[in-house]
């Protein structure tokens, strides 16, 4: 049975920066140009905005942290560290604890791993996402495959945990392009990798061209093929799918930052449009941060960082516990579906087990090798 996440809470900051907006990205984000004022302003808006948090949660254990984006290897090492600092001295670390940071394999940025590694990040997570020239053009990314090489080189020597995503069932992709790539991204040598199906979002510079019919992703049935053949390759190198999209070479390897999330532990949403689960009076309350960085600033100045904070329903936290849970291969406690009415002996979560795309053991459900692939499915079916 996984720990529950009892009393911790990790951290999420936001950095909204990127050199290049890709035009498949729906995240908060904004080009990095000219804006070194309003950076340093964000900084120490994040600081302030982590100090009002801290005191409104009460005394916590850190579990974790996470530098998420947009492109958080832009930001100044200094200015990590100083995060990283703050996050300390606020709450008592529960020993040694993951801090990743995400980043983007350009030369410039690897030039930079062994500063923001001295500034405390020790998990780096690169999202390389193609390795043929080709196909970084097509996903609007500004590097080329040799550089994703000779960074995935670099940060291996400056951080002990390295993750790198991928794309697959992108437009043209074949079964054989993909299991060639994925082989050859097996030789880089990472102990975790996130392969991501490439999803249309319709208000993207894909989801428009999608519209046009100018571009055209993979059909269903080849995207599952290229779901099935990710599992294969990546299952006899060693690494296990422990979440959907996410592949671990060993227990060891497995994100901590997310499977707390995953397992409905408190975390703080810091910078812009960041989002935060935290239990305030015994509730569990989402929070959601201004999304403009002008907002966000002008709100933590003020103390009003969120443009939502509400406390969920019991329905409504089980809900989102469930969607979660059912991700990973811990699944999900049936005693944290309470208030959903959900029964292993009646109705439509019998009917998922007797159909085996659930399985249950020591009162938890989780998803089979049948249902994770329908996953969106199978919660369909749970929940209406």
């Not at 974790?64 to 958080?72: A, K, L, R």
């Not at 030039?111 to 590694?117: E, H, K, Y």
């Not at 049936?334 to 439509?348: H, K």
Request: charged content about 25%.
């Amino acid at each position: 049975m996984p720990p529950h996440p009892g009393s911790d809470v990790a951290l999420y900051v936001h950095w909204p920066y990127c050199a290049r907006i890709c035009p498949y990205c729906d995240f908060n984000v904004v080009r990095d140009r000219g804006r070194a004022d309003e950076q340093a302003a964000l900084v120490e808006a994040i600081l302030t905005d982590l100090e009002a948090q801290a005191a409104l949660t009460g005394p916590r254990r850190l579990a974790s942290i996470f530098f998420g984006g947009g492109t958080p290897s832009l930001m100044a090492p200094v200015a990590v560290a100083r995060i990283i600092d703050r996050a300390n001295a606020l709450f008592q670390p529960r020993g040694p604890i993951e801090i990743t940071l995400e980043a983007n394999p350009t030369d410039a940025e690897a030039d930079r791993f062994a500063a923001l590694a001295a500034a405390g990040i020790n998990r780096l997570s690169m999202g390389v996402q193609a390795l043929d020239d080709a196909s970084l053009t097509a996903l609007g990314r500004n590097h080329s495959a040799d550089e994703a090489r000779r960074a995935v080189a670099v940060a291996a020597r400056a951080f002990p945990r390295l993750s790198i995503d991928l794309i697959y069932a992108r437009p043209g992709q074949t079964v054989a392009d993909w299991r060639a790539e994925l082989s050859e991204a097996l030789d880089l040598g990472f102990e975790h990798v996130s392969p991501y199906q490439l999803t249309i979002e319709p208000t993207t510079a894909f989801g428009r061209a999608f519209a046009r019919g100018t571009l055209i992703p993979p059909d269903e049935d080849l995207a599952a093929e290229l779901y099935e053949t990710t599992q294969t390759v990546l299952e006899a190198a060693g690494f296990d799918a422990y979440e959907v999209s996410n592949h671990a070479r060993g227990e060891a390897a497995r994100s901590s930052h997310n499977l707390h999330v995953w397992r409905g532990g408190d975390y703080l949403g810091l910078g812009p449009g960041a989002h935060g689960r935290l239990t305030l009076d015994g509730v569990r309350t989402a929070t959601v941060a201004h999304r403009s960085i002008a907002d966000y600033i002008a709100g933590v100045a003020t103390d009003a960082p969120w443009s939502e904070r509400e406390g969920q329903p019991p329905d409504e936290a089980a809900e989102e516990r469930l969607l979660l849970g059912l991700r990973t291969v811990e699944g999900v406690s049936l005693a944290d579906l309470a208030a959903l009415d959900l029964s292993p002996d009646r109705g439509r979560l019998a009917d998922l087990l007797a159909d085996g795309f659930l399985t249950q053991e020591d009162n938890r459900i989780a998803a089979t090798a049948t249902g994770r692939p329908l996953l969106d499915a199978v919660l369909k079916a749970l929940l209406t």
